[in-house]
């Protein structure tokens, strides 16, 4: 049922309510035909029952059976008993419009007849049939109704969810397809056009950042030349590698810009063997890198330097700061799972999401031994969210961080 759970709550409430609706009006009916609908007794009935009475007491007690199955009628019910059943035993106590539809009269031989009127519509069960028929098909009528129009609803909504939750693993907000004519319409139509000027303004920021950021460079480097005739200067070192630092800022900044506006078409290629080349060319600079899995060849469709750009991230991270990497590539019900674990300190517990904030760095002195500005996890992250996938640090409980990154099966080619 591709409806949203409250959606799905508020069917049921539905679907409860018309079976009470239905279940009363059988039940009302049922009872208006016992209480309001009595039987009929007509003198021409009384006068029947009155000879059949005198008949049966001038026949021999053993033809008695015969005589009562042979006397059939569906208004009344006759049985022959040794007491009597019943309070009332004078055949004009039968009085149905008073409620009184049974009596006892007495026979011969200390016998007693047992009369009971009895309601032709209840002895008729098509009308109830046919009531309780018409009542399951209205039911059914209004199941279907109810669904229609939780569903129709419900469409909207749903569609909205799916549409944020894309926006949320992309970064971006895609249109909503208008596809009616009604009050949904305008308000897609008014949702489009505020996430295509949000969109807009988001591009138009990040574009001025990226100028800004690259016009930069020419001031430090004039700042640098000048630099040259101020070497007996003791600030001179330390300025020129204030300088160096700028300059590193702007250029991964530039990189960030760069990597999260590229339009890549995706493309197949091999997991495994991406995850292996990147611990190779680790293990070629003297890092102790290890990279295992079940799958040695594994062919997925995705941006393929992308993803390398963020494992890359991950890889230098675990290097930099855990001195070492191990690197897995798993497979789960829904995703494959790659884990890069170090040997490092780890994190605190409330660093571990915090690192993946632009310019915030897990390693607290910032200094220039270590390197970096702390975008590389957060381009890393962004683009295995683009991916559809996931990206989460965790402390190891043998020690060192251990990074898992998710990456739906669904994308496999």
């Known amino acids: 049922m591709n409806i949203t759970p409250f959606a799905k709550k508020t069917l049921a409430a539905l679907i409860i309510g018309n079976v009470l609706i239905v279940t009363a009006g059988i039940v009302i009916y049922q009872y208006l035909l016992l209480t309001t609908l009595r039987p009929p007794l007509t003198p021409q009935m009384q006068h029947n029952i009155a000879r059949f009475l005198y008949r049966l007491q001038s026949q021999p007690e053993s033809r008695w059976p015969k005589l009562i199955t042979k006397y059939h009628k569906p208004w009344a019910s006759i049985s022959v008993s040794e007491k009597p059943r019943f309070k009332q035993q004078n055949l004009k106590a039968l009085r149905p419009a008073k409620g009184k539809n049974q009596v006892s009269i007495p026979l011969r031989t200390n016998r007693f007849a047992n009369i009971e009127l009895l309601n032709p519509h ?23 109704l109810c669904y229609w129009a939780v569903k129709r609803l419900n469409n909207p909504i749903r569609l909205l969810m799916a549409n944020l939750t894309q926006a949320k693993h992309k970064k971006q907000w895609q249109s909503l397809a208008v596809t009616t004519d009604d009050e949904q319409a305008i308000i897609f139509e008014q949702i489009n056009a505020l996430q295509q000027q949000a969109n807009k303004t988001l591009s138009e920021r990040t574009h001025l950042l990226a100028a800004i950021s690259h016009d930069l460079r020419t001031p430090l480097t004039r700042m ?50 991406l995850l292996n080349a990147l611990s190779e060319d680790a293990i070629d600079l003297n890092y102790q890198v290890t990279f295992t899995t079940k799958s040695p060849k594994l062919i997925y469709l995705g941006q393929l330097n992308l993803l390398k750009r963020a494992f890359s991230n991950i890889l230098n991270n675990a290097i930099q700061y855990g001195h070492s990497a191990e690197i897995t590539l798993v497979a789960e019900t829904d995703n494959w799972i790659i884990n890069i674990k170090d040997k490092g300190q780890g994190l605190p517990p409330e660093q571990l999401e915090k690192v993946f904030s632009p310019f915030v760095r897990g390693e607290s002195s910032r200094s220039r031994q270590t390197g970096g500005t702390g975008l590389g996890l957060t381009i890393a992250k962004e683009i295995i969210q683009s991916h559809n996938g996931s990206l989460q640090l965790h402390n190891h409980p043998e020690g060192g961080l251990q990074a898992i990154i998710k990456l739906p099966i669904t994308h496999l080619a």
Request: charged fraction near 25%.
């Open 224 to 273: 640098k030349l000048r630099l040259d005739y101020l070497q007996d200067n003791i600030h001179h070192d330390k300025l020129v590698q204030d300088i160096t630092d700028m300059e590193l800022m702007i250029s991964e900044t530039l990189d960030y810009f760069r990597d999260m506006n590229k339009k890549e078409a995706p493309q197949q290629f091999d997991l495994s063997a």
């Open 122 to 144: 209840l002895q008729n069960n098509s009308a109830l049939i046919a009531f309780t028929v018409l009542g399951l098909m209205w039911l059914s009528a209004l199941f279907i």
